[in-house]
């Protein structure tokens, strides 16, 4: 089984000893890089290794919460937050990673590890099937590109410039720009969640239809989301800014995005 990084970052010293001893002695699978002891080294650490998996204390005297997690998230990344007290953390935090409280009850951390190590193997697994799945694909392109000819003498590529194309084994699906209500990432993977409670998923990243969507009403708020403002319903502006959307789906903005939010809405 392939090796996966792991990064522990807390001031304490004696509690990030324990929290890597645990993860030598019950996860084989798992390779700690680094213990940061300073938000400084931990950011060294993780230019130098880009971990997998990063178990963070956020309380630095140096450094803000939201900075703390500004500056180590990552949409490939999965995190685990340690902390005495889980009401000092942000909620826009505590909705996307696992927490586990101090002083820690390493059932607590072995349950939070292997969500973190399930997920990334999910994932994986995906990749996999995507690969076997695009090398079967070779021979039905011809008949695929016959298609998009037919298509394209038919005027039916006029509208591209208002649709997202995701290309499976078994279709070519025009997604309407205007019927997207939000995409959202997950690892390398990109989920379209439409206006009729339908959802799409594909195997490229969020990044990749970013750059198709610059001069579209959509606007990245968050690491793993990206939502579209003609179904913005309103903005809460409690325990860090959420948005809201049409259909009561609520999303976390992240604090380095609540400025850009703002702005691409005109608001002062």
Same mark, same amino acid.
């Given at each position: 089984?392939?090796?996966? @990084?792991l990064?522990?970052?807390?001031k304490?010293?004696?509690?990030s000893?324990e929290?890597? /001893?645990?993860?030598? @002695?019950y996860f ?11 938000? *400084?080294?931990?950011l060294? $650490?993780i230019?130098?290794h880009? =971990?997998?998996?990063?178990i963070?204390?956020p309380?630095?005297d ?7 997690f ?7 990344r ?6 005495h ?7 826009e ?7 586990v409280?101090? =002083?820690?009850?390493?059932? *607590?951390? $072995?349950i ?11 994932? &994986?697994?995906e990749?996999?099937?995507? /690969?076997?799945?695009?090398e079967n *694909?070779?021979?039905q392109? &011809?008949g +695929?590109?016959g298609?998009m000819?037919?298509? #394209? ?5 006029? +509208?591209?410039?208002n ?7 078994? %279709?070519?699906l025009?997604l309407?720009?205007?019927d ?5 990432? &997950? ?17 490229r990243?969020? +990044?990749d239809? &970013? %750059? $198709?969507?610059? *001069?579209?009403?959509?606007?990245r708020?968050?690491n793993?989301?990206i ?16 948005? %809201? ?5 609520q999303l976390n903005v992240?604090r380095?995005?609540?400025e850009?939010l703002?702005n691409?809405?005109?608001f #002062?």
């Amino acid at each position: 089984m392939e090796e996966y @990084k792991l990064l522990i970052i807390d001031k304490n010293k004696l509690d990030s000893i324990e929290t890597n /001893d645990v993860v030598l @002695k019950y996860f084989p699978y798992l390779r700690p890089v680094g213990i940061a002891n300073t938000f *400084e080294n931990a950011l060294e $650490l993780i230019d130098e290794h880009n =971990p997998d998996i990063i178990i963070v204390n956020p309380i630095f005297d140096t450094v803000s919460i939201d900075d703390v997690f500004d500056k180590i998230d990552d949409a490939d990344r999965k995190i685990i937050i340690l902390t005495h007290n889980e009401k000092i953390i942000p909620k826009e935090f505590l909705l996307n990673y696992d927490l586990v409280k101090k =002083p820690i009850k390493f059932s *607590e951390l $072995l349950i939070a590890i292997n969500n973190a190590l399930s997920t990334i193997l999910k994932i &994986e697994a995906e990749d996999k099937f995507d /690969d076997y799945t695009a090398e079967n *694909e070779e021979d039905q392109e &011809e008949g +695929r590109l016959g298609l998009m000819q037919k298509m #394209t003498d038919l005027g039916a590529f006029k +509208r591209i410039s208002n649709a997202i194309v995701l290309s499976s084994l078994n %279709e070519v699906l025009f997604l309407k720009k205007s019927d997207i209500m939000y995409f959202t990432a &997950e690892g390398r993977y990109t989920t379209f969640h439409m206006n009729n409670s339908h959802v799409h998923i594909a195997s490229r990243t969020m +990044r990749d239809y &970013e %750059e $198709l969507l610059t *001069e579209d009403n959509f606007i990245r708020i968050h690491n793993s989301f990206i939502i579209n403002i003609d179904y913005l319903a309103k903005i809460i502006k409690k325990d860090g800014y959420i948005v %809201e959307l049409l259909d009561g789906t609520q999303l976390n903005v992240s604090r380095r995005r609540q400025e850009d939010l703002m702005n691409f809405l005109k608001f #002062t």
